[in-house]
């Protein structure tokens, strides 16, 4: 359908958030079992409580708007989903990886979605859709609130990863050098017995 006016394209605009929500949330249903720093899963079970608040205010805000609430595919936030879900496979990261390239996805879709709302407000109070302007308003303050959670917990959070990955790193070093240890016993041994055949 042509968008040839401010309406149309608000409408376009509440239809993107309206998928990305749906789809966030289920990212973060993702994002919670990634995770295992106990703030940072804390505060991800209660931003998928809020961004289910989020997906009734839109269906407020198409309803003050005169309009019945139907999702446009939103191919900015299906990118951020999918290069998380790329990277899981295709690089094979470590857990304590994983959850630090979580953690920027996070980011990631919090600066689009505050993007989004501060675009679609603007476009309400262009055409004067006070109601749509406040409801928009209350999920924008619930993004800020959480990318500001995720900036100033990252740093925390991705020491923690950083010394479980260490961790990880030193038991696999252990296994490496046992595992040459024995493989130069078992050269010295075969040594020995060439040596007592001559």
């Not at 376009?12 to 079992?33: N, P, Q, T």
């Not at 019945?68 to 299906?78: N, S, V, Y």
């Not at 990886?97 to 879709?109: C, K, M, N, Q, T």
């Amino acid at each position: 359908m042509a968008v040839n006016d401010m309406h149309e394209l608000l409408k376009h605009d509440l239809g993107d958030l309206y998928f990305a929500e749906k789809h966030i949330l289920k990212a973060l249903k993702k994002m919670e079992k990634e995770v295992s720093d106990p703030t940072v899963r804390e505060r991800i079970v209660l931003h998928q409580d809020e961004t289910e608040q989020q997906i009734d205010v839109l269906e407020r805000v198409f309803e003050s708007i005169g309009e019945r609430a139907k999702a446009q595919k939103c191919p900015g936030i299906l990118g951020i989903i999918e290069e998380h879900d790329e990277f899981k496979k295709e690089e094979e990261p470590s857990k304590p990886i994983l959850e630090a390239f979580a953690l920027g996805s996070g980011l990631r879709v919090e600066h689009y979605e505050i993007a989004a709302y501060r675009g679609a407000i603007a476009l309400a109070k262009s055409l004067g859709h006070r109601e749509a302007v406040e409801l928009l308003g209350r999920n924008l303050e619930q993004e800020v609130a959480m990318e500001k959670f995720l900036v100033s917990n990252a740093a925390a959070a991705l020491r923690n990863v950083q010394s479980m990955n260490d961790e990880m790193e030193e038991r696999g070093g252990g296994r490496t050098s046992r595992a040459g240890n024995r493989g130069g016993g078992a050269r010295k041994r075969a040594s020995s017995r060439r040596k007592a055949s001559a």
